[in-house]
């Protein structure tokens, strides 16, 4: 009898072919897995961003018509979004104007860097990509020194 034909097992060709599909397959996974954890960062920071716009109006109410850079100076900015924005691997730029009473607030979203969301005081939330013919835009080209939002990018 053959000694070789009495032995069980798998050969290394054999394992090293199923260690190759287990990696492909683990793969693809992290890739989607990354995508997904990236949209919920996107949705926690358009939240975040939404609800400035909520508490503008509260704040304007209960501060006799003040905005821009009173709104801007608050702990709703400067501490409770800001802090949930960067949780979300976000970056919060505001500017509000002292004489026009405007604010805005920008941040980049994480699917893609060249995804920009600005909001401002007339509830306009605003969701630009790229600036003229294609360059990358930024929070500061999105949500400039005037308060309001940039609508022609």
């Known amino acids: 009898m053959n000694p070789i034909k009495n032995k069980k097992g798998f050969t290394i060709i054999e394992l090293i072919v199923v260690i190759a599909i287990i990696a492909v397959l683990a793969a693809i996974v992290l890739v989607n897995v990354t995508g997904y954890i ?8 358009t939240a975040n961003l939404g609800t400035l716009i909520t508490n503008a109006s509260d704040y304007f109410y209960n501060n006799s018509g003040k905005f821009g850079t009173d709104y801007v100076g608050t702990t709703i900015f400067t ?16 500017n509000g104007s002292a004489t ?16 920009v969301l600005c909001v401002d005081n007339r509830g306009l939330k605003r969701l630009t990509t ?11 080209v999105a949500c400039p020194s005037s308060g309001i939002c940039d609508t022609t990018k």
């Open 38 to 45: 990236n949209k919920g960062r996107d949705a926690a920071i």
């Open 130 to 140: 790229t600036g003229v013919l294609g360059t990358p835009i930024t929070c500061a």
């Open 79 to 94: 501490t409770t979004v800001s802090a949930a924005i960067t949780n979300a691997k976000g970056a919060l730029t505001q």
């Open 100 to 115: 026009t009473q405007d604010w805005c607030a920008c941040s980049t979203l994480n699917n893609s860097p060249y995804n």
